[in-house]
């Protein structure tokens, strides 16, 4: 029974040694996700935002604040209606319904190209689009490979005031 006490002992000892060399600096480091994700907040044929971030709260203000600018609109008309996360290989879909309204739909989390390109088909072969236009693509790493439009990455956080 001593021996099993003792092993234990040292056991307990070996798994504390990591948290008892950490400086107290390491801890206070922050470090990002690896990924970023989309948000989109769109106010129905009248606005759109689409911000790319690593936290779903900072990109989605990012989205509103596009589309209430974008729209004249206020923020409860820009709600977010999208956040997709990790991103992925992205597109932004005009679609048009026979009966006249439009919006924007986005294909997001494809692993390469091609699988985008592969929803994309399925998603504009809907009886009921009059319209299905690909109106912009991102790689996955955000940046935008097709078409033309406001650079949806989230703005520098402001330097600190000394």
């Known amino acids: 029974m001593f021996r099993i006490s003792i092993f234990a002992a040292a056991v307990l000892g070996l798994l504390a040694m990591p948290v008892l060399a950490q400086d107290e600096e390491a ?11 989309i ?3 769109q106010a129905p044929e009248a606005g759109l935002g689409v911000c790319f971030g690593p936290f779903a709260s900072d990109a989605m203000d990012c989205a509103v604040a596009q589309c209430v600018q974008q729209s004249g609109l206020g923020p409860d008309e820009c709600a977010p209606n ?6 992925g290989w992205v597109a932004d879909l005009f679609m048009q319904h026979s ?8 294909v ?7 699988s985008l ?37 989230l703005p520098e956080p402001p330097t600190a005031i000394e």
């Open 27 to 37: 801890v206070d480091n922050f470090v990002l996700p690896a990924f970023n994700g």
């Open 39 to 41: 948000a989109v907040s």
């Open 82 to 87: 999208l956040w997709c996360y990790p991103a």
């Open 99 to 106: 009966e006249g309204p439009h919006w924007h739909k986005f």
């Open 108 to 114: 997001c989390d494809q692993q390469d190209q091609v």
């Open 117 to 153: 390109e592969a929803i994309v088909k399925t998603e504009c072969a809907k009886d009921y689009l009059t319209s299905c236009e690909v109106v912009r693509i991102w790689d996955n790493e955000g940046q935008q490979i097709f078409g033309e439009g406001a650079d949806p990455q």
